[in-house]
């Protein structure tokens, strides 16, 4: 995964997560934050929330940009327990 992360991480634009609302708590979104905070860059972040009844997506401010990096998606796939970060 690093090296392909490496190989695009300049046309990287956006972070994608994946998650499912009922599977995340108030906790894991807090610290989902505190890491997003923490690799500061230029990338865009985008949310889609999916479950089995529906599909939403949320943009992130533009204050909250990140460095599309090995370490940012290895942190935030920490958060949740599994991979939910794509990049695109």
Request: with cysteine; glycine share 2%.
């Amino acid at each position: 995964l690093s090296v392909a992360v490496e190989a695009h991480k300049n046309r990287v634009q956006c972070v994608v997560l994946q998650l499912n609302p009922s599977e995340i708590s108030p906790d894991q979104l807090r610290e989902l934050k505190r890491r997003l905070l923490s690799h500061r860059g230029k990338c865009t972040v985008r949310i889609e929330f999916t479950d089995k009844l529906f599909k939403t997506r949320m943009e992130l401010p533009k204050t909250v940009r990140v460095l599309a990096s090995p370490q940012l998606v290895a942190d935030v796939n920490q958060v949740f327990g599994r991979d939910v970060v794509k990049l695109v």
